[in-house]
């Protein structure tokens, strides 16, 4: 009798032992689901679709792709749609600071990890297990510095930027601000215009600016489709190009055209592209228990007309790119040399 007990309980162990397996087993085989919430899907977003795309196919990942259109309740309503759907994980690009806390602690509360990216998180009880963004402020500030290192004599900048309000432009003009005037010789000619990252309304605004008679040296476009505006007004106006350093942010296709053309002097290069790569990889680390970021900065680096051919990031990504995205989820570090040739 007591052989029998002994040997029930030894079978109980190893059923139990061989559930345990199968459940891991399936757990780890199972395809894995994330949702990702972004304002629309053209220019700089369309560029960052592609991206995250990229890297979720190549790892098996199912994605769920909603929009908000930079309006807190339909984040809040797509944050709430993935989480009824079961998603795994969560990728958001806030509508506001405090809107991402609240899609946080809707995702906290659900148990479901989500990273916020390209907007902040306000304080509060809702958390992201990761925060990837372009460091905004510190951006604005290295532009500054290099306008001040590239061109001789007094400088006096126009800068026309996207949405009022809205993170990156708020902690952009910030550093901007604050960057200049710490420098010689060196000043906005006029306070921050908005051109809503639209050629059409950045045209407008610097046509406007060029006919009140200011007087500047800089135009600085917060994104292609403004800097875009800003040539057509410089040429429509008949304003010499040799008399203004026309400057972009972003180093998307259209400026990749104006640098051909010569019609951009400088570009700080950024990729949207790759950008949605590195948040997709860090997601979907997190959901295997791999190595990832909790806090890191995507890349960015300052071109002119002689180094933006090697030099520019760009925004149409590809699998050649992918051991760079791995090692800066590993590392935090940028090494284009990585690329597959």
């Known amino acids: 009798m007591g052989k029998l007990k002994n040997f029930v309980v030894i079978l109980m162990v190893f059923v139990m032992v061989l559930s345990t397996i199968a459940f891991a087993g399936a757990q780890e085989n199972k395809q894995l689901t994330v949702g990702y919430v972004i304002p629309y899907e053209i220019g700089w977003f369309s560029a ?9 196919e190549k790892e098996g990942v199912k994605t769920v792709r909603l ?7 339909e984040e809040t309503k797509a944050v709430e749609n993935l989480i009824t759907m079961g998603v795994d994980g969560i990728n958001i690009t806030a509508a506001t600071p405090e809107s991402a806390e609240y899609s946080c602690r809707l995702a906290n509360e659900a148990g479901i990890p989500i990273q916020v990216t390209e907007s902040g998180v ?5 958390k992201p297990f990761a925060d990837i963004d372009f460091n905004w402020n510190e951006i604005y500030r290295y532009i500054a510095r290099n306008l001040r290192s ?13 949405f009022a309000g809205t993170p990156p432009v708020m902690q952009g003009i910030a550093g901007f601000k604050d960057e200049i005037s710490k420098l010689n010789d060196m000043k906005l000619s006029t ?9 059409d309304k950045s045209l407008s605004v610097m046509k406007t600016l060029i006919q009140s008679g200011l007087e500047f040296n800089v135009a600085v476009g917060s994104c292609q489709e403004i800097t875009e505006g800003i040539i057509q007004a410089l040429r429509e106006e008949n304003v010499p190009r040799n008399q203004v350093y026309v400057v972009s942010v972003n180093g998307g296709p259209m400026d990749v055209e104006n640098l051909k053309k010569g019609n951009i ?16 990889a860090n997601l979907i680390a997190k959901l295997k228990g791999q190595t990832y970021q909790e806090k890191t900065y995507s890349p960015v680096i300052w071109v002119n007309q002689k180094t933006w051919e090697a030099d520019l990031i760009p925004w149409d990504m590809d699998e050649s790119w992918l051991p760079v995205v791995n090692e800066f989820i590993k590392t935090g570090q940028y090494k284009p040399e990585l690329r597959a040739r």
């Open 150 to 162: 590239d061109i001789e004599g007094p400088i006096s900048i126009i800068n026309i930027q996207g």
């Open 67 to 73: 929009h908000h259109n930079y309006k807190a309740d």
């Open 265 to 280: 002097d400088f570009c700080l290069s950024q990729s949207p592209g790759l950008h949605g790569m590195i948040c997709a």
């Open 48 to 56: 960052f679709v592609q991206g995250f795309e990229l890297v979720a």
């Open 191 to 199: 306070d921050v215009q908005y051109g809503d990252y639209a050629t």
């Open 122 to 126: 306000a304080e509060g009880k809702g």
